[in-house]
């Protein structure tokens, strides 16, 4: 089965700092998601990007946050300046279409920020 | 409003036994209810999903119970084997949304 691809799988920074997470989505797929999972939490929903635009973001997806799709291939997360609380593990999920309701996730990219 | 409670938070049942999750809702407009399943190290992946207008879906060992009236909706893994320990969420949405509101997460453990 396809895959959506995350890298790095794991990465460390300095409170402060920017990180761009990356992904690559399943290549006939059209929406891509950001959600993020903080340690013994719930999944919770960032945003939602079609047709290279943001088409949804939650109230967690403040202004520190940016999403981009550079290339044919990438989709990428940029937290601008990172907080401790920036800290979760953060999935790139795709579909291929809006009716279509099966979501592929990513294997997640673990952030810790110190 | 936007909430989808889970429970159990974790779950121990011995193999061959059924295993049920359970979830409520309060938002009546949600119309989709999906159920994925986690393994370590892995995103969540969909395992089954039901909508609004059936109450019951069953794909091989997995059903999904809906019960709309009283805005609940339940797992259930029959003849539960040691390669279905996973965490399990139960989320939902609604239309023209494009977001899915996840439960906290269910932790089975099914002993050999």
């Known amino acids: 089965e396809p895959e959506v691809t995350q890298t790095p799988s794991h990465q460390v920074t300095q409170m402060g700092q920017e990180v761009i997470l990356r992904c690559v989505p399943i290549s006939n797929h059209l929406y891509f998601y950001w959600y993020r999972q903080i340690l013994g939490q719930k999944v919770e929903f960032l945003v939602s990007f079609y047709n290279n635009e943001i088409s949804e973001k939650s109230e967690i997806f403040d202004d520190q946050f940016s999403v981009e799709r550079p290339d044919g291939s990438n989709f990428t997360l940029k937290i601008r300046s990172t907080k401790l609380e920036d800290s979760a593990m953060y999935f790139c999920?795709?579909?291929?279409?809006?009716?279509?309701?099966?979501?592929?996730f990513g294997s997640g990219t673990q952030l810790s920020v110190l | 409003q936007q909430q989808v409670k889970q429970s159990p938070q974790s779950l121990i049942v011995q193999k061959g036994g059924i295993s049920i999750i359970n979830c409520a809702y309060e938002?009546?407009?949600?119309?989709?209810f999906p159920w994925y399943q986690q393994f370590p190290g892995k995103g969540p992946a969909l395992l089954i999903a039901i909508r609004p207008d059936v109450s019951e879906k069953k794909e091989g060992r997995f059903t999904i119970s809906f019960n709309k009236s009283a805005k609940q909706f339940s797992l259930h893994i029959m003849d539960s084997q040691p390669g279905d320990s996973a965490t399990y969420f139960c989320?939902?949405?609604?239309?023209?949304?494009?977001?899915?509101?996840f439960g906290k997460g269910t932790k089975l453990t099914v002993n050999p």
């Open positions: 989320a939902a949405s609604q239309g023209g949304s494009e977001k899915l509101v």
């Open positions: 999920a795709s579909k291929r279409g809006r009716s279509v309701e099966k979501l592929f």
């Open positions: 938002n009546t407009a949600f119309d989709y």
